[in-house]
């Protein structure tokens, strides 16, 4: 069970396909919100419940219709990869039928000393893949992640591919917003990137988003290019899934589009303002140094946050340490397949 947010229910993932190919003889309910089926939907003996959080499984009685719903499956375990009020309410319910359960432990105190104002403690934390892990192995089984594979390339729609044109050889993808502003790098540095990106003509750069407000902002970035093209509003959900698989890199924020490229096993560059990929949250089977991170000699209390919602006075333009050329480099590097 992990119900939210987009980018924590892609950090499944790759464990959930790495334990299907390890144990093919279990089959796996994964139990989340309807619009993240589409990520399991390619892994083996893995089905998908959907969690009506609106109507049916609303409230404690909802949860309580929800259990039931479960109990009908024969499920033999209950792995809570969430941790929250109500998948505890779920997972004690199997506990008392005598159905044995495990649940992430999401390391708060590491964090919470990781992210301190005062006496910061900075190492790197467990990731958040090892710890769901973890919770299989008190389930009795083991995960390897030291060789994992992705998912074939998708083939492209006739519909993608009269948005995106054929006439390219590399395609950058770039999903320039986060959820909290401090994650955001600023939107003219940003611009200065794609503008250097796209004077190479043969890579189509693809601008993702979400939304009345930045799809108006990405029209705009785009305008000026005959190979930068703004995809957000213009495909499905799993048309974007389609097509960012098919990317030889992704740029992102500390954002949930930098674990879906990830976990179709594409490149993903991060950059990171108020938080750190020391927070157990980088994106699956990426090297460090593909993680930029703003300067701590003149941001020392970064990271301040594990999320980037807590504001930090004097820290506001702390990704403007991470230079334009910087990104563009480790961009080409990456592209060219290297």
Same mark, same amino acid.
């Given at each position: 069970?992990?119900?939210?947010?987009?980018?924590?229910?892609?950090?499944?993932?790759?464990?959930?396909?790495?334990?299907?190919?390890?144990?093919?003889?279990?089959?796996?309910?994964?139990?989340?919100?309807?619009?993240?089926?589409?990520?399991?939907? #390619?892994?083996?003996?893995?089905?998908?419940?959907?969690?009506?959080?609106?109507?049916?499984? @609303?409230?404690?009685?909802?949860?309580? &219709?929800?259990?039931?719903?479960?109990?009908?499956?024969?499920?033999?375990?209950?792995?809570?990869?969430?941790?929250?009020?109500?998948?505890?309410?779920?997972?004690?319910?199997?506990?008392?039928? /005598?159905?044995? +359960?495990?649940?992430?432990?999401?390391?708060?105190?590491?964090?919470?000393?990781? #992210? =301190?104002?005062?006496?910061?403690?900075?190492?790197?934390?467990?990731?958040?893949?090892? &710890?769901?892990?973890?919770?299989?192995?008190?389930?009795?089984? #083991?995960?390897?992640?030291?060789?994992?594979?992705?998912?074939?390339?998708?083939?492209?729609?006739?519909?993608?591919?009269?948005? +995106? /044109?054929?006439?390219? %050889?590399?395609?950058?993808?770039?999903?320039?917003?986060?959820?909290?502003?401090?994650? *955001?790098?600023?939107?003219?540095?940003?611009?200065?990137?794609?503008?250097?990106?796209?004077?190479?003509?043969?890579?189509?750069?693809?601008?993702?988003? /979400?939304?009345?407000?930045?799809?108006?902002?990405?029209?705009?970035?785009?305008?000026?290019?005959?190979?930068?093209?703004?995809?957000?509003? @213009?495909?499905?959900?799993? %048309?974007?899934? %389609?097509?960012?698989?098919?990317?030889?890199?992704?740029?992102?924020?500390?954002?949930?589009? =930098?674990?879906?490229?990830?976990?179709?096993?594409?490149?993903?560059?991060?950059?990171?303002?108020? #938080?750190?990929?020391?927070?157990?949250?980088?994106?699956?089977?990426?090297?460090?140094?593909?993680?930029?991170?703003?300067?701590?000699?003149?941001?020392?209390?970064?990271?301040?946050?594990?999320? /980037?919602?807590?504001? *930090? =006075?004097?820290?506001?333009?702390?990704?403007?340490?991470?230079?334009?050329?910087?990104?563009?480099?480790?961009?080409?590097?990456?592209?060219?397949? +290297?």
């Amino acid at each position: 069970m992990r119900l939210s947010a987009m980018g924590d229910v892609a950090m499944t993932v790759p464990v959930l396909r790495a334990f299907t190919e390890q144990h093919p003889t279990v089959k796996i309910t994964v139990i989340s919100r309807p619009f993240f089926k589409p990520f399991f939907e #390619t892994i083996p003996n893995v089905s998908f419940f959907a969690f009506d959080e609106k109507v049916k499984h @609303k409230g404690f009685l909802g949860l309580l &219709r929800l259990y039931k719903d479960l109990k009908i499956l024969e499920i033999d375990a209950f792995a809570d990869l969430h941790n929250v009020l109500r998948s505890k309410v779920v997972r004690n319910l199997f506990a008392l039928s /005598g159905k044995k +359960i495990a649940f992430v432990d999401k390391g708060r105190a590491e964090k919470k000393a990781l #992210t =301190a104002a005062e006496n910061k403690v900075f190492k790197p934390l467990t990731t958040m893949f090892e &710890r769901h892990v973890q919770v299989f192995k008190e389930l009795g089984f #083991t995960v390897d992640l030291s060789n994992p594979s992705f998912p074939e390339k998708a083939n492209l729609s006739s519909e993608i591919v009269s948005i +995106i /044109g054929d006439n390219h %050889q590399k395609m950058i993808g770039i999903a320039p917003f986060a959820q909290y502003d401090l994650k *955001v790098y600023p939107l003219d540095l940003m611009q200065q990137v794609i503008a250097q990106l796209a004077e190479n003509l043969q890579c189509k750069i693809l601008l993702f988003g /979400g939304g009345r407000k930045e799809i108006e902002i990405l029209d705009t970035i785009s305008s000026p290019y005959e190979n930068v093209i703004n995809i957000a509003g @213009k495909l499905s959900f799993q %048309q974007e899934l %389609q097509l960012i698989s098919n990317l030889d890199v992704m740029l992102s924020m500390d954002s949930g589009n =930098a674990h879906i490229a990830a976990m179709l096993g594409v490149k993903v560059i991060t950059l990171w303002g108020a #938080t750190h990929p020391f927070s157990g949250f980088s994106p699956f089977n990426q090297p460090l140094q593909n993680a930029l991170v703003s300067d701590r000699n003149l941001f020392p209390k970064l990271p301040t946050s594990v999320y /980037g919602n807590k504001k *930090v =006075a004097g820290h506001e333009d702390a990704m403007r340490t991470i230079t334009v050329d910087s990104i563009v480099k480790v961009l080409n590097y990456c592209k060219q397949g +290297i």
